[in-house]
């Protein structure tokens, strides 16, 4: 299915008068509206493949049907998505549970959904049925070296698969690591890693980057290879300068300070990109601001600052990306809060009063510092960032013109109740 323009006017002709009040008082209170309107326009946020269909724990999956059940129709509910929040104008995929197929096809799709493709995640942390090594005690790190090459052969044909689609970048997250002491030889399995990173770096082509995701733990206990951003940044740096960290926000042991670590890869040149999601116990992934926006909100504000001081566009600078999971939502609901709240972080952000602060931190006058990122945090920005969507042609309220072309209804009367999603 498709939303139409007339669908998406009528449900704004409804709301316009008490939005427009409402944006008037946003647009009183703040002078750099218009200046926060355009970078909001500009600002895109790439939805995953794997995240529009219902995710499940190991416990079990309660589908909510509808699900896409092909990569075509993956890209059809990004549209979706796009042509509500106009914010979600790309898509990430994960190869093989994505299998591109006619090239071109699949590329004048998305075209015709506004849509470009977004960094390749490739996959060597689960077997496939045609699969000839395992990889149950890791790839890139592997004892083996015939092991080892599968996984590199893997991640090159998604950087080709990626270049047919027009994307720029590989996301490479590794499951690698040991379940007990003694298991593994740490410094081996480094630089096993890293030889074979190496190998993936130099089929890259000019203007593409690798991002190396980092993660705590799982599903390894013990140890994991690439286990938080000093190790990225390791393998990151001794790689060269298409090689970048990338940050997930539930990839942290609790209670990191995510937001000075994001600082300091910015200012090292080396931070890649992100996927933003949210959590309270571990890799909860989350609606992004569902249960820490001040968080999402204090990271917002590095990120602006720090792009800001380096001259970096703040649009295509960095990747954006979600990655999120939803067991007992909509998922397209969901990336739809998803997408708002980190909208509303990055206003925020936007309009942290910069040259006050770094008064106020250069006389140690921590008491204003605070008042400053909270006034921030504690505006309402809703008017301001559903008026950038407005003026795009975007839905005044998206979950629920969402809710009122019940849109979920129609996907499953075409798609079927009990659907598998590809890869879930
Ligand atoms: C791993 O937990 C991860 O965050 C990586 O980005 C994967 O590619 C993704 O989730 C998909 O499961
Ligand atoms: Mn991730
Ligand atoms: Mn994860």
Known sequence: ???????????????????????????????KVEEVITKLIKFQIAIPSWALGTGGTRFGRFSGGGEPRSLEEKIEDVGLLHKLNQSSGAISLHIPWDIPTDYDAIKSLATHHGLRFDAMNSNTFQ?????????????????DKGVRQQAIDHNIEVIRQGVALGSDALTVWLADGSCFP????????????????????AALPDAWKVFVEYKAFEPNFYSTTVGDWGQSLLYASKLGP?????????????????????????????????????????DDDLTAGSMKPYQL??????????????????????????????????????????????????????????????????????????????????????????EARLRT??????????????????????????TVATGL
Not at 127 to 143: E, I, N, P, T, W
Request: with cysteine; net charge negative.
């Open 1 to 31: 299915m498709e939303i139409e323009k007339y669908q998406i006017d009528a449900h704004n002709e409804k709301l316009t008068a008490a939005h427009q009040q409402r944006f008037s008082f946003a647009a009183s209170e703040n002078a």
């Open 127 to 143: 077997d496939q049925a045609d699969q000839k090594l395992s990889y149950k005690f890791g790839s890139l790190q592997h004892v």
């Open 182 to 201: 003694g298991q593994l030889n740490f410094r081996k399995a480094f630089q096993n890693t890293l030889e074979s990173l190496e190998e993936i770096y």
């Open 242 to 282: 298409k090689a970048y960290t990338l940050v997930d926000l539930g990839h942290h042991l609790p209670n990191a300070n995510i937001e000075q670590i994001v600082s300091l890869l910015l200012m090292e040149g080396k931070l890649g990109g992100f996927h933003f999601n949210d959590s309270k116990y571990g």
């Open 297 to 386: 909100f204090l990271i917002f504000n590095e990120l602006v600052e720090g792009m800001d001081a380096k001259g970096i566009d703040h649009a295509t600078g960095l990747g954006w990306m979600i990655d999120a999971s939803h067991n007992v939502k909509d998922p397209l609901e969901d990336l739809l809060q998803s997408v708002e709240a980190i909208m509303i972080s990055y206003t925020q952000a936007l309009l942290v009063d910069r040259e006050a602060l770094n008064i106020a931190q250069q006389e140690n006058d921590v008491v204003r510092c605070q008042e400053i990122l909270q006034d921030a945090f504690r505006t309402d920005v809703r008017a301001i960032v559903q």
């Open 393 to 418: 042609g975007g839905a005044a309220q998206p979950v629920q013109l969402y809710r009122g072309l019940k849109v979920r209804e129609n996907l499953i009367s075409n798609r079927g109740l009990k």
